[in-house]
């Protein structure tokens, strides 16, 4: 049983609701809220989840409501303070079609909560995978945020994460968004992410169900991507922590032409995957590392990558086999 601190909650009132695409097609509503401070950070937006929590919340544009950011991290509505409606409030629809590229929503099982864009080739899908892949616990390629991605799609200049790899600076120059000292130091970046290690590389790919720790794991008992393409069901499922429902999204994300197409395409622009080699012996072999709030010497993602390095494991969480928990800046009290 884990004991937690209540999370701090605010009231403020739901100005509008609009759907958001992900990278894997979920069709996620979010709530544009009159902005509160809550948790030291100001709040506009709150994830509502799915069509299914907010008939269940009875969620209308207009009511006033309580938020609180789930996990400490994300931003969620957690109840409606009916007894304050003035009548004014009205329900929303759910969109029956994306509102990116007007394909019919789907869901992928009856009993699935999300509906889902099915279209891989929508704009919003592609835009998001691209800033997974360079995102700085994927690729970490600096310069590519939302705005920068979308000016490179706009102009034709990419179409997927391995066109990445093919820009040259006279075509980035022409863009509004890039001076000549940030496409400069684009264009200069990118070859030192051409050797990325295969867990970070398997992470950026942005294969549904798989998360960092996933990539890890796959990572460790596969060793190079060719074996991980060639996987079967049962290999995959031999790898601890992975059941059916993640092995058959990784199986079916590597057998899909397109992506088979993506990887080609890596290595004709000679991103090489690096292969894992066991480190054992190392100094901190046998021990386990969380890490909470923010280091001053650099970021979470490279100390995690050090601790690997050396031996130890990274855990996203505190669990009984942590054997140190790194306390960085700005924890609050109740949480140390």
Known sequence: VAFKYPAEQSTTKVHDIFVSIGRTGAATPVAILEPVNLSGSTVSMATLHNSGEIKRKDIRVGDTVIVEKAGDIIPAVVEVLKSLRSGN????????????CRTKLVKLKEDEAVWRCPNISCPARVSRRIQHFASRAAMDIEGLGEKNVEALL???LIEDPADLYNLELKEVLKLECFAEISAQKLINFLPSKKNPPLAKFVFALGIRQVGA???????DKFKNIDKLAQA???????VE?????????????FRDPDNIDLLKKFREYAVNVEEVRNVSGGKLDGLSFVITGSLTAMSREKAADRIRELGGTFQSSVGRGTTYLVAGGSVGESKL
């Open 213 to 219: 720790q996933t990539a890890i794991d796959l990572a």
């Open 241 to 253: 922590g992975i059941g059916e429902v993640v092995a058959e999204s990784i199986l079916a994300w």
């Open 89 to 100: 409030e009205h329900a929303y629809i759910f969109p029956s079609a994306c509102p990116e």
């Open 154 to 156: 706009e102009s034709k």
């Open 232 to 238: 079967s069901l049962e290999e995959l499922l031999e």
